[in-house]
T-cell receptor, first 114, second 112 residues
């Protein structure tokens, strides 16, 4: 079955460490997105990519980095510069450059700083 | 800019009660409108959508009608079940690359 796979489901990070969250899709979608979800704050866009080898900052990109070397993959690195990284991270993709298409979401990664 | 405003929760209902979750959106352009549902510990799932004015999206007993005159897309269900307990997000497409803009979500709890 086609879908988006995020891994790991739970991730623990020590202070000062970089960690990378994986997002892989086999839907042949062009556009991919990373969101951060905090209680009571809804979804906030971190980065998005509309095509391979290209990506743009979202609303809260500071302390994060991404790459898009393959259509199927859009990993997110949470760097040590992100001062409050504990959150639920969601990856999404979209089928077409059309406003009528919604997103398909992965099941999320919960990151905790220890 | 584009924005979506949905009623603040939490909303607590008894089983078989009628549900309405209000959602309004900024009227720039010709957006498509969506409702997503998130069950605890999971990602978001598309519940329904409408792509133009007066369209009605429906799925699993939920309905929402695209009202251009009131810039609204309220979610309704005639008889909720315990299994409907979740967070519901309203969203609109827009902008030059059709990114989705989400509301802050509404937590629904249905008691038996």
């Amino acid at each position: 079955d086609g879908g988006i796979t995020q891994s790991p489901k739970y991730l623990f990070r020590k202070e000062g460490q970089n960690v990378t969250l994986s997002c892989e899709q086999n839907l042949n979608h062009d556009a991919m997105y990373w969101y951060r979800q905090d209680p009571g704050q809804g979804l906030r866009l971190i980065y998005y990519s509309q095509i391979v080898n290209d990506f743009q900052k979202g609303d809260i990109a500071e302390g994060y980095s991404v790459s898009r070397e393959k259509k199927e993959s859009f990993p997110l690195t949470v760097t040590s510069a992100q001062k409050n990284p504990t959150a639920f991270y969601l990856c999404a993709s979209r089928a077409s450059d059309s406003p009528s298409y919604g997103y398909t979401f992965g099941s999320g990664t919960r990151l905790t700083v220890v | 800019g584009d924005s979506v405003t949905q009623m603040e929760g939490p909303v607590t209902l008894s089983e078989e009660a009628f549900l309405t979750i209000n959602c309004t959106y900024t009227a720039t352009g010709y957006p498509s409108l969506f409702w997503y549902v998130q069950y605890p510990g999971e990602g978001l799932q598309l519940l329904l959508k409408a792509t133009k004015a007066d369209d009605k999206g429906s799925n699993k007993g939920f309905e929402a009608t695209y009202r251009k005159e009131t810039t609204s897309f309220h979610l309704e269900k005639g008889s909720v079940q315990v299994s409907d307990s979740a967070v519901y997000f309203c969203a609109r497409s827009g902008g030059s690359n059709y990114k989705l803009t989400f509301g802050k979500g509404t937590l629904l709890t249905v008691n038996p």
